[in-house]
Each structure stands twice: as structure tokens, then as C-alpha cells.
């Protein structure tokens, strides 16, 4: 870890995990007092982003965690979402979350309470302190926790939460045995008569085979899972693209049915056409990497039908600075051509209550 001094805490956790991780807390009254750019801000709460903001952080650490208020899961969740995609670093000790932010972003790290995993996480941070890649660390957790499950599935056989969980550690490794364990999933999973399993797991192996480059062969497997009005569009357009020989955009699609936004946005980049950048936008949105959409919006034109759009985006990447009246300014502009980005204003009150009842937590401690 880089010196205690240099990594400033924004937020709330135990005690345990704050000795744990060596993290310094810092109060609202200490904030103003400190050089700018000199620091790493690690944030437990998106609502206290905005706080580690105002030091001008060198880099940003996300310690994400499940909101205990379901009432709010949806509002929570979304801006959760916002402070992964605005960090250099990201850690979860669940490891629903973990995955999920594997699909969305890089740099992600699993937190349990285990020595090795705990080490990783420290050279994680180094590397990130020193400017260094942090993908050779990233790689070998996920090399960790597929050991992991396959020690389990040496103890338990074909498991269906063990196979699916292996097969999607192998899967971000790119290993071709990933459909075995999948293979053993889905059979475990339609025998025990789980009704959306063509959707959760056989529709797995279309990104598989994306991966693999097997565009043909991909968008047939997608085809079977395909039972929706927008999924047969979907279907419709992977193989129009397939007659035009967009190999690319079928990869980048097919990853992006399958909530993969992470590999589709990497695959896009590596193409960088207009083309990729219309699908591109998408996957941006989904993963909640709306800084990015709104770069690109600007840097590509903004359509007339996507004004609102590039405006709720802008408010909210100010909302999360502390850039309130911008925020509210963003969001009047965005509902002239479309009314429904008065939406928006709703999330700012909550938004000022939640960061209120933050607050107060985060300075009785």
C-alpha cells in the first residue's frame, strides 16, 4: 500500500476493514486545508465522491458494497454503479459485485477475508500508486478464484453454482474449457427444472463462441435464447451484419447481449469507426461509464434526438462532483426536447438526502 499519509478514506466501514486496509479517515474541516493532487481518495459511499473530489485526487479507489435499504436498491445501485466507472481501482468483498464489475469495467478487485487475496489487493495498489499496469494482478485472481472453484469441483462434481462460477472465471481468462464447466451448469440447471436457464446460462455460449470468433455460430446460439420483441431485432440485426461481413460489431454485439460490456467496449476501441462508435455508446450507458458516453457524444456530434440524452448524462456527472446548480441547469436544458429528463430532478433530492444521511455518519465517527 502506498504510504498510510498518501490514501485519505471517504465514507464508513468497520473499523476492522479500515485497519485492515490501512486507510486513514478524513473529516470535512481537514479538506480544505490539504495540497491538492497529492493524495489517493478511497470512497466507500458514491455520495461521498464528491468530497474526495475537491483534493484533486491523484487517483480514486472504490470499496463497493450492497446497500442495506432495499426501498432504495435501484437508486443506490446506479450511482454505486457511477463511482466504479469514475475510479482507477475498484473492490468489492461480494463477490456478485466483484463479477459484475468485472463485466464492466477494469481494475477490479475481490476483497474477501483471505491473506492471499488481501496480498493481491496491496500489489494492486502499489502498482496503481506507481503508475504501473494493474492487469498482471487482475489476471492472476482471476487464476486464484478458478482454482478455487475447481477445488470445489473436485469435491462436489458438477455443482451448478460451482460449474457456472468456474466457467466465468475461465471465461475471463479466455480458456476454451470454459463451455465444459458451462456444458455441466446448464444440465444441472434445466434437470432441476430452472425455467430461465436459456437465458442466464445457455446463452453463456454465445459470447463463448464470440470469443472464439465464431460469429456464425454465436449468433445461432443467441438465436435459440431469443424470445422477446427486442431480441429477435437483436437477432435480425446480427445477421444482416453477418451478411456484411462485420465480424467486429457481430463480437461486440454478442458480448453486449450477454451483459459483457467490458470485452464489447475493449473490442469496439480496437476498431474505432463510426460504425464502432454507434455501438459503443450502448455498452457505455450500460455499464454506467456515462462520462465516456457523454465524451463521446461530444466528440462524434450530438444527434438532435439525443440532446436530453448528452444533458442528463452532463448533470449527472456533475451531481456527482458537487456541482448541484450545473447538475439542475443540465437537466431543465435536457427536458426542452424531452420532458422525461425532469426525471432527473426527482434523483436530485434524493440524491442531497442520501448524501446528507452520509454525511452525518461519516462525521460522528
Not at 122 to 137: H, N, Q, Y
Not at 280 to 309: D, I, K, M, Q
Request: proline share 2%; glycine share 4%.
Amino acid at each position: 500500500m502506498p504510504e498510510r499519509e498518501q490514501t485519505l478514506f471517504f465514507g464508513s466501514i468497520s473499523m476492522e476493514e479500515r485497519e485492515k486496509y490501512d486507510l486513514q479517515p478524513i473529516t470535512i474541516d481537514e479538506l480544505s486545508c490539504l495540497e491538492k493532487d497529492q493524495y489517493i481518495a478511497v470512497v466507500a459511499s458514491p455520495f461521498m465522491l464528491q468530497y474526495a473530489y475537491t483534493i484533486v485526487p491523484r487517483k480514486i479507489i472504490a470499496l463497493l458494497k450492497r446497500n442495506v435499504e432495499e426501498e432504495s436498491s435501484g437508486f443506490w445501485n446506479k450511482f454505486n454503479a457511477l463511482l466504479a466507472s469514475q475510479s482507477d481501482l475498484i473492490g468489492s468483498s461480494s463477490e456478485k459485485i466483484y463479477l459484475e464489475q468485472c463485466f464492466r469495467n477494469d481494475n477490479v478487485f475481490y476483497l474477501p477475508n483471505d491473506a492471499r487475496e488481501t496480498q493481491l489487493w496491496s500489489e494492486a495498489v502499489r502498482a496503481l500508486d506507481r503508475g504501473e499496469p494493474i492487469t498482471p494482478w487482475k489476471h492472476r485472481q482471476w487464476e486464484s478464484r478458478a482454482a478455487y472453484y475447481n477445488g470445489l469441483y473436485e469435491q462436489w462434481g458438477d455443482h451448478e453454482t460451482v460449474c457456472y462460477l468456474l466457467a466465468s472465471y475461465l471465461y475471463l481468462l479466455k480458456r476454451a474449457s470454459a463451455k465444459i464447466f458451462l456444458a455441466a451448469s446448464f444440465e444441472q440447471m434445466m434437470m432441476k427444472d430452472h425455467a430461465d436457464c436459456l437465458r442466464t446460462h445457455y446463452r453463456f455460449f454465445s459470447a463463448m463462441e464470440a470469443q472464439a470468433g465464431k460469429s456464425d455460430q454465436a449468433i445461432r446460439i443467441y438465436a435459440v435464447t431469443a424470445f422477446t420483441e427486442d431480441e429477435k431485432r437483436s437477432v435480425q440485426l446480427l445477421n444482416e451484419l453477418l451478411e456484411k461481413g462485420r465480424h467486429d460489431l457481430i463480437q461486440a454485439e454478442i458480448y453486449r447481449l450477454n451483459e459483457d460490456y467490458c470485452s464489447a467496449i475493449q473490442s469496439l476501441q480496437a476498431f474505432g469507426s463510426r460504425d464502432a462508435d454507434r455501438f459503443a455508446l450502448s455498452n457505455y450507458l450500460l455499464a454506467f461509464r456515462w462520462e465516456e458516453a457523454l465524451r463521446l457524444l461530444e466528440r462524434t456530434g450530438v444527434p438532435a434526438g439525443e440532446r436530453h440524452l448528452a444533458e442528463m448524462l452532463r448533470g449527472t456527472m456533475h451531481l456527482i462532483r458537487g456541482r448541484r446548480h450545473q447538475a439542475i441547469q443540465s437537466f431543465l436544458r435536457g427536458s426542452i426536447s424531452d420532458w422525461r429528463a425532469l426525471n432527473s430532478m426527482v434523483e436530485v433530492e434524493q440524491w442531497d438526502q442520501a448524501t446528507q444521511s452520509v454525511l452525518v455518519g461519516w462525521q460522528d465517527e
